[in-house]
Structure formats: C-alpha cells, structure tokens
C-alpha cells in the first residue's frame, strides 16, 4: 500500500487483481474512509484494518466487474454507502445513491464533483476531490480506455474534461498499464522530449516494483497520445503523416483504432 497526502484527505493506493488500482480515501477531519471502485472485498478489507478504521463509503467509477466486485461483500462487512451515476443505477451492485455532475455526493470531509465521461461505457463517471482525480478506466498513465459502449465523440469529450483540470491535479487511475501505453506513445509520437523523459523514469519506476500512479494532468497533457491532439503542431504532423483530416476528434479516433488493434 502507498499513501499520498493531500490538503484534506490521505490517498491510500492498494494493489488488486493483475494491474487494479482500488485507492482508500482517508479524510483527515472526520471519520470518513472511502473506497473508489473495491475490484477485490479482501484487500480492502485488509487495508481498513490496517489503518484501523471502518469503511464508511464505496464510490463506483463504472460497472465493470473488476471495479465494482468487492461491493457486495464489503456491504454486507461495513453497511457502507454505495455511490455510483444516477444512469448506472441499474448494473452498479448495492448501489444506494445516485450521482451526476449536478448532483454530487455530499461526503463529510471530503469536497467532491462528479464528471460524467461516457466513452469506455455509457455512464463512466469521474470524482474529483480537490487537486485529485479518480477516474476509473477513462484516463490511464500515458493512455485511455477503450471505447465500448460510447462513441469515439463522446469519449474525446470525456478526455477534454479531464484535460481542463488544474495542471498539477493527481491522476488516480484504475490501472497500471502505463509502460504497455508508453511503447505505443513512443510509435504514434517522435520527438517528444518530454515522452522519452517519462519512459526513463517509469521504466525506473516499474523496475523497482513501483506505482507510476499517480500521474499529473500536466504529464498527461505533455505525453498521452490520446490528449496530444489538444495541441496544434502534433496534431498538423499527426494529420499529414496517416492523410487524415487534422480535426482532433479525427486524430483521437485514428489513435484509439490504432490502438485497439496494436
Ligand atoms: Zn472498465
Ligand atoms: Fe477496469
């Protein structure tokens, strides 16, 4: 487990499954102890343990079972809260209330907004809770998820709105798959300085069976190849090298089929 300390509340990041994330949210004020999207009931459990506390709430970032497996049990463990989007209300386990972006959760001791990101399913929804972003399967280190219930459009739309996040917001993903994404980053996008920078050190990183995650928005906008048709000049020599239209919905949805099949 590796914990991150924020203004307000400690991140608790906690391995599960293959390449999972599940992050603990620890508010300092309060008894609040949240879990965004328990893909494993006994990890979590552990870890509440640990710090000694019991778990009071679950957020759900989508309904994919390696997001949402451990509600049941941890439910029945804690009599926790379940939150999830309001439009995911029927295929989210447990679930006890209902968010969207107008109606966000209102949890003691922690300031939380609610992005509703459609692309990798219909109702993906993101927390922010101040300088912290967890946003399941939309945004991943150096990549995105893939898009299978949305369109390509609203998928971009989705990213857009991460991208608009403070610069130096935490990006808490739900998996590791940052160097797999770094090679085909490296493939779609030379001469990226800051690119090759981050393949050293998460290269690094992942050698010294370390997280990369958190990443940042900034790193994200600098290096992810799905966020780089944001800027002008990648996405004119993006354009004239595979003879599309330079538009970014087009050079997102050119990167994400190259992807898909990869
Ligand atoms: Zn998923
Ligand atoms: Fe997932």
């Not at 309001?86 to 949890?107: F, G, L, T």
């Not at 300031?111 to 109702?123: A, F, K, P, Y």
């Not at 990006?171 to 797999?180: F, I, S």
Request: negative net charge.
């Amino acid at each position: 487990m590796w914990s991150y300390q924020h203004q307000y509340f400690c991140v608790h990041q906690i391995p599960a499954l293959n390449d999972n994330y599940i992050y603990l949210i620890e508010a300092i004020e309060g008894n609040t102890l949240a879990v965004v999207d328990p893909a494993d009931a006994s990890v979590v459990n552990q870890a509440c343990k640990a710090l000694n506390k019991p778990l009071t709430h679950i957020l759900n970032t989508h309904h994919h079972w390696d997001h949402t497996d451990g509600n049941n049990a941890l439910k029945k463990h804690w009599g926790c809260h379940i939150i999830g989007a309001a439009s995911d209300a029927k295929r989210i386990p447990c679930m006890d209330e209902q968010v969207s972006e107008s109606c966000p959760p209102q949890i003691e001791g922690l300031n939380i907004q609610v992005l509703e990101v459609s692309g990798h399913t219909i109702g993906h929804i993101a927390y922010v809770m101040d300088d912290a972003l967890f946003c399941g399967d939309t945004l991943f280190g150096a990549g995105c998820g893939r898009v299978f219930e949305g369109t390509h459009e609203q998928m971009w739309e989705s990213l857009k709105k991460l991208a608009a996040l403070a610069d130096a917001t935490k990006v808490y993903c739900a998996h590791e798959y940052t160097l797999p994404n770094l090679r085909f980053a490296r493939n779609v996008d030379q001469h990226n300085q800051a690119l090759e920078e981050r393949i050293h050190t998460d290269t690094q990183t992942r050698m010294q069976k370390k997280p990369t995650i958190p990443s940042s928005i900034a790193l994200e906008k600098a290096t992810n190849p799905f966020l780089r048709p944001l800027q002008a000049e990648f996405m004119q020599n993006y354009a004239t090298q595979h003879q599309i239209q330079a538009n970014p919905l087009q050079i997102f949805t050119h990167l994400r089929l190259s992807k898909d099949t990869w």
